[in-house]
């Protein structure tokens, strides 16, 4: 019999009586009913009839509810409480049938005695197995009908002593068996429970590590493997349904400018409230979800067109904009939004994503605390992209692609210092690819850590032809200064090279180290140690504290060139620079000013006192043939310059 429902042995005992219960009633009725047919003709007739009378029909009710029960498991305290009422019950009405066919014995005659005799040893028979999940009901009841045989027994010939004697020694023997076979139910039940809960407990805990592996351990939201998850059940039921759905993802401004100048501790507690805000503004929308540093995302599953997502991404960018306190600071942060839609801009999650990623980056891009919907023109961007990535990497890079160098000036003097090393690609399929695409494809794709080393080494190869004060100044993406093989790699090519290190600057960006500031410092200090400069470039467009530079070892840092462009009408633009150029000095580093092309942008810059320049006003990006000219004509004009001073 399968007790797998029961949770406890009570409620096994209970399950099984409920089972075999219903036949044991029939039984004793029948026995009853036999008895007072049998005996009718020999005593009065209420002596026959009113004990069968009740106990009948109400064996027979019994058992028909019992029997409606049998696949009813109560808790553990209601099924003893069943039972035990259900024992005394029993006892009792036995120890009144066992009276009452004893009363009968009296006025019977010699075969009807036998066969009250028989009808006790078939009772004694019902009642061990039928009672044999309530022990002691089951021995006290038997012990009536045992006392009954013997007390039919008295009056009796030898024949019937040995049948009654017969009777009982069998009864015995199935009583042992009776007990035997109630050890062995128990103990498999215990062993069934004790399995069960070790089952449960794994259950439990598989639940627990699941729940785990899906909720986001600071914010308590669902994490990325969670949003996945989701996103693809829901998809699947707008396929099955033929409905729509879009993905907006989330991206929070200034939340690392926060998190660097206040500890993590305060940035932990500005994501727990943004998570709880999130969830507050999207509740309408379903659940929100961290997919790792400040970016969150959330499926739509309403109204899917560009005007409804651009007013939820509207509604989102204003309720985010609204101070956060913790403790006595007041944190105000934005926010930009990607949206993507279901089926119409993708028809996977995988897609779906990439898509309302790439309208976050089209948002962050085209300027903060915006929202944008992946359009057709993002898709045209994504497709080139794809291309690009596919054409670059069936290339043959070492014919295909090539240095340009634009030099950086002392204004001062003229002296040319470096040559900033500028990526060019000329493919025989797309033709003359510009850097802004495949740059930008190479690092979305990782390929860029298979460009960096090819092109470092032509780098290599043009600056050993150059004069000895002459270095190169050459980019680092992202993923090359977070990977420590790719660091090392790097400078064993610089190593085998020849060139001295002295003469090598590596630009990196503040967007490039926000990818994993810990790591890339590390890096960073490896570079370090070989005898290579650091430079920071484009400082001021991304996301880089003080904090984060004075932890830096850098040795320059490049102001971007769109300060640069209004700078003869912008005084705030003058205010930028001005404040850098003195930053710059405070940390005893060298400033670089990209961009300069007129000569009125370079009086300012130089009464401002920044002398290092790089820009058109000296020179276009020019090819490596053109580089020992410009630095030939450059040396003269430095000569040239000299001999005026010296006059």
């Known amino acids: 019999m399968d007790y797998s429902r029961a949770r406890s042995l009570e409620q096994a005992r209970y399950q099984a009586l409920a089972k075999g219960w219903p036949a044991l009633y029939v039984a004793l009725s029948a026995d009853i009913i036999a008895v007072a047919v049998v005996h009718a003709p020999y005593v009065p007739w209420w002596a026959s009839t009113i004990l069968p009378a009740i106990l009948v029909p109400k064996a027979l009710i019994w058992a028909y ?7 009813e498991i109560p808790s553990s305290a209601e099924c003893a409480r069943s039972m035990r009422f259900l ?57 009536f009908c045992a ?9 009796l010939g030898p024949a019937v002593v040995g049948i009654v004697i017969l009777l009982v020694g069998g009864v015995a023997g199935l009583a042992h068996v009776a007990h035997d076979t109630y050890r062995d139910f128990t103990s498999l ?73 206040n500890g993590h501790l305060v940035g932990d507690r500005l994501l727990r409230a943004m998570a709880e805000r999130l969830q507050l503004i999207l509740a309408e929308q379903g659940g929100v979800y961290r997919l790792g540093g400040d970016e969150f995302a959330f499926i739509v599953t309403g109204a899917c067109d560009d005007k409804n997502l651009l007013a939820i991404g509207e509604k989102l960018i204003e309720a985010v904009h609204a101070p956060i306190y913790i403790g006595e600071l007041r944190l105000v942060v934005g926010c930009s939004v990607g949206f993507a839609s279901f089926p119409d801009k993708a028809d996977t999650e995988t897609d779906l994503y990439d898509r309302a990623d790439y309208a976050l980056f089209a948002a962050k891009r085209t300027g903060r605390l915006k929202a944008t919907v992946f359009n057709e023109e993002h898709e045209r961007a994504v497709r080139e992209a794809a ?18 160098f634009q030099p950086i000036v002392d204004s001062s003097s003229g002296r040319t210092l470096l040559l900033e090393c500028l990526a060019r690609w000329q493919s025989p399929t797309l033709g003359a690819v510009p850097p802004g695409k ?32 002459v270095g190169i100044s050459f980019n680092l993406s992202g993923h090359d200064i977070t990977a420590p093989e ?125 002398h290092l320049i790089q820009g058109y006003y ?30």
């Not at 009405?93 to 009363?103: P, R, Y």
């Not at 009968?104 to 061990?128: E, I, K, N, Y």
């Not at 291309?387 to 340009?404: H, N, Q, V």
């Open 65 to 71: 509810l019992w029997h409606r029960k049998r696949n």
């Open 87 to 143: 024992g005394i019950e029993v006892t009792a009405w036995m120890a009144v049938i066992v009276a009452w066919q004893m009363a009968l014995s009296c006025w019977g005659t010699p075969d009807t005695q036998l066969l009250l005799a028989l009808c006790m040893g078939g009772q004694m028979v019902f009642l061990l197995f039928g009672l044999l999940h309530l022990p002691a009901a089951s021995i006290i009841s038997a012990t």
């Open 147 to 155: 006392a009954g045989l013997l007390f039919i027994a008295a009056g």
């Open 189 to 261: 039940v215990l062993s069934r429970l004790s399995l069960q809960r070790k089952t449960d407990e794994i259950e439990q805990l598989s639940e627990t590590n699941l729940r785990l592996a899906n909720t986001d351990m600071l914010t308590e939201i669902g994490n990325r493997r969670r949003f996945f998850h989701d996103l693809k059940t829901v998809l699947d039921r707008a396929r099955a349904s033929g409905g729509r759905a879009g993905l907006g993802i989330i991206d929070l401004d200034g939340f690392k400018a926060i998190n660097d100048s």
């Open 387 to 404: 291309l690009i990535e596919r054409t670059m990497r069936a290339a043959d890079l070492e014919a295909e692609f090539y240095l340009t």
């Open 438 to 469: 495949f740059i930008v494809a190479a690092e979305q794709s990782g390929f860029i850590t298979t460009l960096t080393p090819l092109l470092l080494r032509k780098a290599l190869l043009a600056v050993a032809n150059w004069p000895e004060d």
């Open 486 to 610: 790719k660091v090392m790699n790097l400078i064993a090519i610089v190593k085998r090279s020849g060139i001295a290190p002295k003469r090598i600057e590596f630009e990196v960006t503040e967007t490039a180290l926000m990818m994993n500031i810990e790591l890339a410092l590390a890096n960073i200090n490896l570079l370090k140690a070989a005898g290579v400069r650091i430079a920071l470039d484009d400082f001021g467009t991304g996301y880089s504290s003080l904090s984060q530079i004075q932890k830096l070892p850098l040795d320059k840092i490049k102001v971007d060139g769109s300060f640069v462009r209004d700078l003869a009408t912008s005084e705030a633009s003058q205010k930028i620079v001005r404040s850098v150029s003195a930053l710059s000095r405070d940390l005893a580093l060298s400033c670089v000013v990209e961009g300069v092309e007129t000569r009125e942008q370079l009086d300012i810059l130089q009464n401002i006192g920044c």
């Open 618 to 647: 000296f020179s276009k990006p020019m090819p490596e043939t053109q580089v020992e000219g410009f630095l030939a004509e450059s040396a003269t004009s430095e000569r040239a310059r000299a001999g005026v001073a010296a006059s």
